[in-house]
């Protein structure tokens, strides 16, 4: 093993060892959008539940938190089998199900806000029509960001299919700018011939932000029977074997929109792969599918990031200006 990668060992090993409710002084903070971040990392939608997590470790200690996804009203998500494993991934297809804004507006939102947590609401919707409602309803709300999700490939209606088409999301980010000033992110697809044409729509039609990329579409097949074993069919893959793809499209937005502030999500498990979505473009990273099988894995990478970015006073001088390192 290299000394770097025996640094690297130990540190994620202190980080596992570490009491995660005792104070930590964040030294390298970031910018997203006009605001501030205490670090650079946030929990990535659909993974995150502050009911569980907060046995783990003091969720306002990250970055940020994006929540599961906000539909006008509660969606019981796909019916039957809804998730598989894939090598070195897992293949969802959930459904987005979730309780509401109305739920969230009276539960959710309120505890993240009173521990103090930088909160980005990730809103979801069957139609243009949806989206509006939610988006309408947290205009006056606390929450500190807007995630418009335009992208998860695991609903049959809305969707991925606003995402994949730039004059359509064009028209639905548009008629959400008006009715809100929040700091507002699209959360793109990577199941595009080309990422930049929804990226650059998005940010023509009023998004303050971007983050990509959301689930690839994928599947698994049971040998046994020959059918598919998701009942949904397809479903998102995430988890490490993403990474690479995530690292591209990142690269590429970041290439064709040089000044928008982007959130890098996709296979990030560890510091040292949330550094390479920096030195990609990204202004900060969401950490997802690491925390199905680690709780604690947001605020461990963290604080590896934390500690990778002491010795890089370039990069860190960055993000700190709410800059990107391309």
């Not at 670090?39 to 970055?63: E, H, I, K, M």
Request: charged share 20%; glycine share 8%.
């Amino acid at each position: 093993m290299t000394t770097a990668a025996t640094a690297a060992a130990t540190d994620r090993c202190e980080a596992r060892q570490a009491n995660l409710y005792e104070p930590y002084e964040w030294r390298h903070p970031t910018v997203v959008a006009g605001v501030p971040w205490k670090n650079p990392v946030g929990t990535a939608s659909g993974t995150f539940q502050y009911a569980a997590v907060r046995w783990f470790y003091d969720v306002s200690q990250l970055g940020a938190v994006s929540t599961k996804g906000v539909s006008p009203v509660p969606w019981e998500g796909n019916p039957g089998v809804r998730t598989a494993e894939g090598p070195a991934s897992n293949i969802n297809a959930v459904g987005l199900q979730n309780p509401g804004v109305d739920h969230y507006l009276e539960d959710d939102l309120p505890k993240l806000k009173a521990i103090n947590a930088n909160v980005v609401t990730n809103v979801c919707g069957h139609s243009d029509d949806d989206y509006a409602e939610v988006v309408a309803k947290l205009a006056s709300s606390p929450a500190d960001m807007l995630e418009i999700n335009v992208s998860c490939p695991n609903v049959s209606h809305g969707g991925m299919s606003v995402g994949t088409d730039p004059q359509a999301l064009y028209r639905l980010v548009s008629r959400l700018r008006s009715l809100t000033d929040k700091p507002m992110i699209v959360k793109l697809t990577p199941n595009v011939t080309d990422i930049t044409a929804p990226a650059q729509a998005a940010v023509e039609a009023g998004a303050d932000a971007l983050s990509l990329i959301n689930t690839v579409v994928g599947m698994r097949i049971n040998t046994r029977t020959g059918k598919p074993i998701i009942d949904h069919v397809t479903g998102g893959v995430s988890g490490p074997a993403v990474l690479p793809i995530g690292l591209a499209k990142v690269w590429q937005v970041r290439t064709a929109l040089p000044d928008v502030p982007i959130i890098g999500i996709g296979g990030i498990d560890s510091g040292e792969k949330a550094l390479e979505y920096l030195y990609a473009g990204a202004n900060a990273v969401e950490v997802g599918a690491a925390a199905l099988f680690d709780p604690i894995a947001p605020l461990r990478i963290a604080r590896e990031l934390d500690a990778l970015l002491d010795q890089r006073p370039d990069l860190a001088g960055k993000l700190a200006a709410g800059q990107s390192w391309r």
